[in-house]
């Protein structure tokens, strides 16, 4: 059974820091491409960052390029989301996401190209 279990969210004053990681168990780590995706009430889930089954190649939206930066350590089959300089409207459910894919460099931004989820960490900017 895939789990993806999220830690490291909280309540943050803007342009303070948070990591978010993300443990996954039940699969082939390496076979996988991750990412991370936000959420707020009333809204469709955002992609925040990916990163390839490699871990070479990485994509951001523009709202969080340089400031926020995803990893994954296979040795812990864990993939990392480093948030600095964090603004009010960085606040959101953050889930974790896994897609299974035969191509080590490819990375994916919408949800649909993902199958497991995770079940969310709050994250709470405050101004």
């Known amino acids: 059974q895939v789990q993806l279990v999220e830690s490291g969210g909280g309540l943050v004053q803007a342009g303070g820091s948070l990591r978010l990681s993300c443990a996954a168990s039940g699969l082939s780590f390496s076979g996988y491409a991750m990412a991370w995706f936000r959420q707020i009430p009333g809204k469709e889930r955002e992609n925040v960052a990916a990163?390839?089954?490699?871990?070479?190649?990485?994509v951001y939206a523009d709202s969080v390029k340089g400031r926020f930066t995803i990893s994954r350590d296979g040795a812990k089959s864990t993939v990392y989301l480093e948030m600095n300089t964090l603004i009010p409207e960085d606040t959101a459910v953050y889930y974790c996401?896994?897609?299974?894919?035969?191509?080590?460099?490819?990375?994916?931004?919408?949800?649909?190209?993902?199958?497991?989820w995770g079940q969310g960490t709050q994250v709470t900017v405050s101004s």
């Open positions: 996401a896994a897609a299974s894919t035969s191509y080590p460099d490819r990375t994916y931004q919408r949800p649909l190209q993902y199958y497991h």
């Open positions: 990163i390839s089954r490699s871990g070479d190649y990485v």
